[in-house]
């Protein structure tokens, strides 16, 4: 059975700092992974999306990597902002065509 | 639709009473998807449609709960007799296909309180 899990937990960073977030998963068998940023009482935004063939994926100040083997998966945020603050979600797509989601990381950006 | 869309945003009901929530996914999108988000928790799959079938029903936490999608579009998850412990943010996703190449778009979620 696949499990995710995020670390750390929560995050709390001064404005313009770089940041990493963790991601692991048990089944290296995954086809996609995917990086989504939740705000307090909102839905889902997808930030992310890397195929199992691929290494990396960048948007802007984000970058995420994916070492499917080791099972790992990173978040790279650079100079980091308050409006950053959210708590983000690492998920892997499996064969069963489901999501499986990690229990997130908030992240908290101070000014 | 330009994205996901949930009904009611909110619902409170009472206890033993039932509850439909409703998903209107993204036009074209194939796969729809059902999370459970409780207070503190994680994201717990509940169900997905392929078209108008359910593969997969495993995730459903007692048969109180069942889900329908007609006409490959809109999809509502119906809970029987509310009980306390069902109050949680029930989002909905669709993607394109099952396929590996695609990802989820969420909607805003219903967030059920039973009282």
């Known amino acids: 059975k696949q499990e995710v899990t995020q670390i750390p937990a929560a995050l709390s960073v001064p404005e313009g700092e770089n940041l990493v977030l963790n991601c692991s998963f048990t089944?290296?068998?995954?086809?996609?992974l995917q990086w989504f940023r939740q705000d307090p009482g909102k839905g889902l935004t997808s930030l992310l999306l890397?195929?199992?063939?691929?290494r990396e994926q960048t948007s802007g100040r984000l970058n995420a990597s994916l070492d499917k083997s080791s099972g790992r998966s990173t978040l790279y945020i650079a100079a980091s902002q308050p409006g950053d603050s959210a708590t983000y979600l690492c998920?892997?797509?499996?064969?069963?065509?489901?999501?499986?989601f990690g229990k997130g990381t908030k992240l908290s950006v101070k000014p | 639709g330009a994205g996901v869309s949930q009904s009611p945003s909110n619902k409170v009901t009472e206890k033993g009473k039932d509850v439909e929530l409703r998903c209107d996914p993204i036009?074209?999108?194939?796969?729809l998807y059902w999370y459970r988000q409780s207070l503190g928790q994680g994201l717990e799959f509940l169900i997905y449609?392929?078209?108008?079938?359910?593969?997969?029903k495993s995730g459903l936490p007692s048969d109180r709960f069942s889900a329908e999608r007609t006409g490959g579009s809109v999809s509502t998850l119906t809970i029987q007799r509310t009980q306390q412990e069902d109050s949680a943010v029930y989002l909905c996703?669709?993607?394109?296909?099952?396929?590996?190449?695609?990802?989820?778009?969420f909607g805003s979620g219903t967030r059920l309180t039973v009282v």
């Open positions: 996703a669709s993607s394109l296909d099952l396929g590996a190449y695609y990802g989820y778009t």
């Open positions: 089944d290296s068998a995954i086809y996609n």
């Open positions: 890397i195929q199992s063939s691929q």
């Open positions: 998920a892997v797509k499996g064969s069963q065509g489901n999501l499986i």
């Open positions: 036009s074209g999108h194939t796969a």
């Open positions: 449609f392929q078209g108008n079938s359910a593969p997969d």
